[in-house]
């Protein structure tokens, strides 16, 4: 019996050891975790638990010259509720209020929205959803309801934003507005404006400390920000939104009558070299349809053909090599360099003419005799004039992918005997459009070289963060005398030349065609195709705008791919509707009052927004890209007719606003 009463002894002293040592363990354990490591736990417990939000900032506006809505950002919100938040008399009080005054402004019911608050507070639901895709105004309204009005941690309300980015005009300058999207690769890509400027636009997000509640969600844990996000600047872009229109258009009508593969247009403003215009158009292969998908006039370096015969003479004039009454014979219409030969479109040649009358009726033949007898001894030169005139590099655009020039010099290894003769008609060199428009708004400019513009300024609100004034790329590219004549050339090019098609006793325009064959020797000629160019100035006596117009791959079964008849058309349509068939709107649109002019309209526009409550506002005379902006954060569809200001709503003035209803707005 002792014997048994010892080994029980030692049994209990054996697990008590045993409790001790786990005793200590834990002990050791504890301390461990509350002084060693603690720090590493409280913050893992603290990440797990409680986590920082971006808030992102609101993306600053783009508008056009006139003061019209390029792009802007528009705020959603969705609003949820917190049922465990408010306290029980609080939530009594208020809950038929409540759900009264979101009955009101989202349509169902008010015992629906009893219903389903009461069910959440039953249940302890920190995260009942209530409604999403409110535009701002909707959530202030909100915020001002019964319970609500006291905040996320007495009411219960929990807000979640985000922004939307649209595009007012649609489609047009799409690619040269911009945007900035994650593509398939996972790489943000930024073009146009939006990229370019977006240091600007983006504005600097904010800060929201959250808590993680039931079933992985997070509320707020503060009825303020941590850091507020502080909204982008806007940008005031150079695009004029009527003249946009008429380019867009102009081009379109044409890229689908010639089944054309892509084409560009540009109308830049003489003097300022502000892009008032700019189009890029590309054909979808499946649907057939034309889309902004590649800014070719900024991107697509080619060769220019016939348009660069303007280089010829400007080097020949103003080297004093030759005048444009110096006589040569175009052979029949072919001539032979090394085997190889350049022949004159017009066959059988033009005979016996001046150089002045050859480039009006773009001889190939006439331009490169006169430019191979003059530099063939000495073709560096000719590289120098090429150089000089600021050719032979990019124009250095905001925007990435800027297409690089090609021109090849004496010494490289690509220069031949066949190099020069070649350049002289607008071969073995390579521009982009905006490059060619840039020396043609030179000589229209008396010789000053400016760099085409997209930016005027940086704004906030009504005040200038930063203004782009006119850039000189070259004060002066050839002497007064040869712009003089240079002028008349191009001139005649449209009265007599080989743009006398497009010539109207009506309305001056300047300008040369231009039509060259690319991948002519590539794949066995199977990618040969044309590519139809016209360029030049308008009027032609005392140049307001300059223009370019290039088409690629015209459809040849129509047996027309020449400039004259592909582009040039469209450069004329342009001139017209600008200032022929609307002349009052040269008249009324004063150029140099614009700024004042946008200040008017963003007054207008945030006066109208900030005093709409839960009615329908007057809109008439109202820009319509203003007025779109206005009723998208009221959250208000809309269909718009016109081009201009609102002269007709067919929801009036003063009725009450219903989400998701349509509204039309005629323009004028």
């Known amino acids: 019996m002792a014997v048994e009463d010892k080994n029980i002894s030692y049994r209990i002293y054996l697990v008590a050891f045993f409790i001790f040592l786990m005793a200590i ?6 301390t461990n ?32 010259a006139d003061g019209s809505l390029l792009a802007t950002s528009i705020p959603n919100y969705t609003i949820r509720f917190d049922a465990v938040a408010p306290k029980e008399e609080d939530f009594e009080k208020n809950v038929k209020p409540l759900a009264d005054e979101l009955s009101k402004l989202l349509g169902k019911s008010s015992s629906s929205y009893q219903s389903l608050l009461r069910k959440a507070r039953a249940n302890k639901n920190r995260y009942t959803f209530l409604a999403e895709d409110l535009s701002y105004t909707e959530y202030a309204k909100i915020k001002s309801f019964p319970l609500f009005n006291k905040g996320a941690n007495k009411g219960g309300i929990i807000v979640e934003q985000q922004t939307v ?10 690619r040269t507005i911009g945007y900035e999207r994650i593509d398939d690769k996972g790489q943000l890509k930024r073009v146009g404006i939006e990229g370019a400027f977006g240091k600007y636009l983006n504005g600097k997000d904010g800060k929201v400390l959250k808590q993680k509640i039931a079933k992985g969600q997070w509320k707020p844990i503060r009825d303020v920000n941590e850091v507020d996000p502080q909204d982008g600047y806007d940008v005031i872009s150079t695009i004029d939104v009527y003249i946009q229109d008429i380019a867009h258009h102009a081009l379109l009508k044409q890229l689908e009558e010639y089944k054309a593969e892509h084409g560009c247009v540009v109308v830049m403003e003489t003097k300022t070299g502000k892009v008032k215009a700019i189009s890029n158009l590309g054909r979808d292969k499946k649907s057939g349809n034309y889309y902004e998908t590649i800014n070719y006039a900024v991107a697509e370096s080619h060769e220019p053909g016939s348009t660069f015969k303007l280089v010829d003479m400007i080097a020949l ?7 444009t009454s110096k006589v040569y014979d175009s052979r029949g219409g072919v001539i032979t360099y090394r085997g190889d030969k350049v022949r004159d479109s017009h066959e059988g040649g033009y005979g016996k003419i001046s150089l002045g009358k050859g480039f009006e009726v773009s001889s190939n033949t006439i331009l490169v005799q006169a430019v191979y007898e003059n530099y063939k001894n000495n073709p560096q030169e000719f590289i120098d004039r090429i150089s000089k005139l600021g050719l032979d590099k990019p124009l250095g655009l905001p925007f990435q ?4 020039p090609t021109v090849h010099k004496p010494g490289d290894k690509s220069w031949n005997g066949n190099t020069l003769p070649w350049m002289a008609y607008g071969y073995s060199v390579a521009m982009t459009p905006l490059q060619t428009l840039t020396l043609y708004n030179a000589v229209a400019n008396n010789g000053e070289m400016v760099k085409p513009q997209f930016v005027s300024e940086i704004k906030e609100w009504n005040k200038t963060i930063k203004k782009y004034d006119k850039q000189v790329i070259n004060p002066k590219i050839c002497s007064d005398e040869t712009i003089k004549k240079l002028k008349s050339l191009l001139t005649n090019v449209v009265k007599r030349g080989t743009g006398a098609k497009l010539y109207s006793k009506d309305f001056s325009m300047a300008g040369k065609t231009g039509t060259a064959e690319a991948n002519y020797g590539k794949n066995g000629g199977n990618d040969h195709h044309y590519i139809s160019s016209f360029v030049g100035f308008f009027p032609a006596e005392n140049p307001k705008y300059s223009c370019i117009v290039v088409v690629h791959e015209p459809n040849t079964s129509l047996n027309n791919y020449y400039g004259a008849d592909v582009a040039g058309p469209v450069f004329k349509r342009i001139a017209q509707k600008i200032f022929t068939d609307a002349p009052s709107t040269n008249e ?8 004042a002019k946008q200040e ?18 007057n809109l008439k005379g109202m820009s319509g890209m203003d007025a779109v902006a206005l009723l998208g954060n009221l959250g208000i569809k809309v269909t718009v007719k016109g081009v201009g200001k609102v002269k007709k709503q067919s929801i009036q003035a003063g009725q009450p606003i219903i989400k998701n209803s349509t509204i039309i707005l005629e323009l004028s």
């Open 25 to 30: 363990a834990i002990t050791v354990k504890l």
């Open 33 to 64: 975790i509350q002084w060693v490591e603690g720090d590493y736990y409280r913050k893992l417990a603290k990440e797990r638990t409680v986590r920082t939000f971006v808030i992102p900032a609101n993306k600053g506006n783009i508008y056009s």
């Open 165 to 174: 980015r649209e595009h007012p005009i649609g489609k047009i300058a799409e």
């Open 317 to 323: 004039l103003d080297d004093n090599k030759v005048d």
């Open 401 to 404: 992918g800027e297409g690089k």
């Open 588 to 595: 009324i649109k004063n150029l140099d009052k614009k700024i």
């Open 600 to 617: 008017n309209k963003y007054q207008e526009y945030y006066t109208k927004a900030q005093n709409v409550k839960s009615k329908i506002p």
